[in-house]
């Protein structure tokens, strides 16, 4: 056992109030615990940044418990067993925590990481991004909760991020007509030039609602919503009768507190009979096999493209995040904790 | 062919502003036009006075076409076939015409019209409540939109209607636990002392949310809403993971003009993954041999108890109307327009 090694976490010291700032979190450097009988020590080598990381830092009601004060923040990680006194888990073993952190280091049970089945024609961060949690949340939207056949409208907010740019080209291998939204022209040119989306609405330049009837004359078949406020409502002015909004994120929420306002027009909910279905990717870990295969196929014949936007340095996670809500990402955030 | 039969018409002279008043509609008396071939005239014997009949008489975006200025108003009716140039329909048959109007006589095609099929059991009114459209739209929401299961938590807002009163009924006889919101102590008795529902909120009286949590601890798996506003804020609060809200009515908006805000706390339908569906009785026209049989078996086995408010006289329609919108009909309302 290596006892000079040096944990830095990022612990959560006060609620954020709007975008993160300094002092929201401290970068601790404490000894690694090292690992006991059926325990591992694993090395974190990505760490994902999702918009719900705010969410967790926030004690509004949510989906799991709020990171707590003083405690390691949570994240999604992907990591290499450094030290092992578990049997099935060698050193080198790839693996991913069921509940990661923003450290360095873990020292976790055998019973709580799942071995990662790398594929040697895709890079590593493709595990946390495009065959990883967020393709698994945008093939639930689109597959299990939004029931996608051929000849689907189908429209997608925040459709350049790592969810939904995967969603518009499930939903087009599925025969679906798709049409994104999202903040400027390269983005919108991305989604139509090089992911096939048959169009894209600049939200910064365009009436979303405006371009939305113009778009989809008969009307929104299925809508998957990762934004919330008043592109919901422009989505919703445009339904069919019968369509299906998944709710996926209400990013444009997440910094504020307080409550979120529903819809603006919510009698069109009845009117049109419009089934709204919130979901989470972890509802689904459960079939995650099924889409990984498919996820898989379709980006190994080239028919799913993405982009990794990835962060050097665990010491940049904080300002890394704000990239998320000012929608300067460009394709899935991970920061790069340490090489393999 | 009897040339001195004089119709009265209740026509929609503007657009209502609140709660109906006098001058919005106005009584017009009219020669009845003689049924040419494949024709008949029928005469209304009950006229069903509908929450979403006050939606019909505006012009806010709905499921129907508005009802036009100068033209007779909309409403469902049951009718006795009175003269007949139809030889499928003769004179004496008990008919539902697929469009009724608030009048005392409508000239239609024979395939305008679609013959009750009476079970001499059960009061004809009964055609227009427990076993006529609102039972229907219970049974819709209940069983096919909400897929009712034993042992799941059912609430019910507007409980002491003519749906919500059903829709319990149903649920119950399905093996659901039961709780209805409505409105005074003498409603609530009824619905757990006549009726079997478990219990029953008293929303003049009580803080509904906080009555429902205490009701339901492990929170409510099916919702059936009626009403919007602030009695759906609360169910939404006190919803469970995955819990379903069938949204069949949203009457608390039905007097105001614009547009109806969302759920306050919108963010619950994604953390806690609720599923919201707008679903009208229409939908299910298709579905309704299978709905009435059940209806028709629970009432004849004495397991499906319903009350029916009838006003006597079609002159007295509007002002009954406005009974719905204060709470103040008991049971399903309608009108007397003529003795079979």
């Known amino acids: 056992m ?18 993160l700032q300094q002092g929201d979190l401290e970068l601790v450097h404490e000894p690694v615990q090292p690992p006991a009988e059926g325990e591992v020590l694993v090395r974190t080598l990505y760490l994902s940044l999702d918009p719900t990381n705010r969410l967790w830092m926030s004690d509004t009601e949510q989906y799991l418990e709020p990171v707590g004060l003083g405690a390691p ?6 990591g290499i067993v450094e030290q092992s006194q578990a049997e099935k888990f060698p050193v080198g073993t790839l693996v991913i925590p069921h509940e990661g952190a923003w450290s360095r280091y ?6 709580k990481i799942a071995r990662l089945h790398l594929n040697a024609d895709l890079p590593l961060s493709a595990y946390m991004s495009v065959i990883g949690p967020p393709g698994l949340t945008a093939y639930s939207g689109i597959v299990f909760v939004g029931e ?17 740019s995967v969603a518009g080209q499930i939903a087009k291998s599925r025969g679906c007509r798709v049409i994104g939204i999202a903040g400027g022209p390269e983005k919108c040119r991305w989604l ?12 910064k330049s365009c009436n979303v609602a405006e371009e939305l009837r113009r778009l989809c004359p008969d009307g929104i078949d299925l809508h998957f919503e990762n934004v919330g406020g008043s592109i919901l409502d422009a989505a919703i002015g445009n339904m069919r009768i019968g ?14 507190s307080g409550a979120v306002v529903g819809p603006s027009e919510f009698q069109l909910v009845l009117m049109r009979r419009i089934a709204i279905r919130g979901f989470l990717v972890m509802d ?33 996670a904080p300002d ?17 904790v340490s090489e393999v």
């Not at 139509?192 to 939200?203: C, K, P, S, T, W």
């Not at 369509?243 to 504020?256: D, F, P, Q, V």
Request: proline share 2%; with cysteine; charged share 20%.
């Open 284 to 316: 689904f870990f459960k079939r995650a096999r099924e889409a990984y295969a498919e996820l898989e196929k379709l980006v190994l014949a080239g028919k799913l493209k993405w982009k990794d936007h990835i962060i050097d340095g665990l010491q940049n």
């Open 243 to 256: 369509g299906c909004i998944a709710l996926c994120g209400l990013i444009s929420s997440y910094n504020s």
């Open 192 to 203: 139509v030039d090089e992911l096939g989306f048959d169009a894209a609405i600049d939200y």
């Open 148 to 164: 996608a056949q051929p000849g689907m409208t189908v429209t997608i907010s925040a459709a350049a991020g790592a969810v939904g």
């Open 106 to 111: 873990q020292t976790l049970s055998a019973t």
């Open 73 to 78: 923040m949570r994240g999604v990680t992907l």
């Open 2 to 19: 290596d006892g000079d090694l040096i944990n830095s976490t990022w612990k959560l010291l006060r609620r954020p109030v709007g975008m």
């Open 320 to 336: 890394a995040m704000n990239l998320l809500f000012s929608g300067r990402n460009e394709g899935k955030l991970m920061v790069k």
